[in-house]
């Protein structure tokens, strides 16, 4: 479905620069001046004594014994690599300089990395309360008749792929019937709800509506081919139909998710595409950074914090759901199914 007009988003720029507010405590709390006695073995230094080491020192200079090195990489709070070998030494003195004010800044590689995995989690998050944000529609249209007519047969459709029963279709190689295949969007995580109706065609005018489609219990019933599918299931990361006979046209309601955030110009033209996201993102992304790092501050101070922004934005919405009159749909059976059937009107 067409996405709303551009809306007023926070930028990445505002996130980071949040982050670095939040992290002002953290940064303090690190002493930019570091020395101590180590002992060296070819290029492994190991701490003896004074301040251990921290990620910090990655890529820095580092003096040993009077001499200056270069960090390859910390690899745990007393022990580092060098670009060069200092030799064997044991019980000599070390001294670094920690460039605190570079923590977090917008040219750091890791920062986008870090504000993504806290982006995957603000949305699992709202998924969890079913935010509109993380909801979507679509219509599949022409869904491929069933290419057998044995009641066993199933048809499912994935990201890539439509099978009719026979036949295993995609975008690149469409039914020659229609000339298309209908596949899931890239955004879909996973079906809510789904109708259909007969399809007259892609790309013309359908003036019939939708009937609704129920969802299976563990399984979909053998039954012997129809013009209608009437239930669904979802398994193995495809949504399974029976079949028919005739073209149908499939309307979907689906869980869905924003992809990762992709710098476009720089950070400050760089919208985050949820409205006021940012507190919720920053105190996130603030807690993946430290929770690995040892922080004086426990990363769950700032994952409580991020909870609790997003908990904001959930409000928002069930404010707006407190101005609707929302009652239970009835579902019967219908007359014309038997017993067996399924009932609803058109939608």
Known sequence: MPLAPSAPYDTLATVTAQVRTILGDYVQGISPNLAGEVNTNGLVVTWASG??????????????????????????????????????QNGVAYSAVLPTGDIFSDSQAYVLPTVNLAWRKLQQKLDQSSHPRTRNETVLYSLPVVGSLDPAVQQWINWTNFYDGANLWSPANP???TGYCPVLPQDFM???????????????VNPLGFKPMNPTVGRLPSRVKGSWNGIWDWREDAIYFNGAILPLDARLSY??????????GSFATTAVPIMRSSDALAYYSAGIFVDPRGALQPS?????????????????QG????????????VYQSTSRGRGGWGGGSW
């Open 190 to 204: 996973s079906p809510l709800e789904m109708w259909e109706r007969q399809s007259v065609g892609v790309g013309v």
């Open 255 to 264: 869980r869905s998710f924003l992809p990762d955030i992709v710098v476009s």
């Open 319 to 330: 404010k707006l759901l407190q101005y609707a009159n929302v009652r239970r749909r009835a």
């Open 51 to 88: 301040n251990k080491f921290t990620f910090l020192m990655n890529g820095q200079p580092i003096q040993i014994n009077g001499v200056p090195y270069t960090v390859a990489q910390v690899t745990s709070a007393t022990t580092l690599n060098l670009v060069a070998t200092a030799g064997v």
């Open 300 to 316: 769950a101070d700032f994952f409580a914090k991020g909870d609790m922004a997003t908990d904001i934005m959930l409000n928002r």
């Open 175 to 177: 039914p020659p019937a």
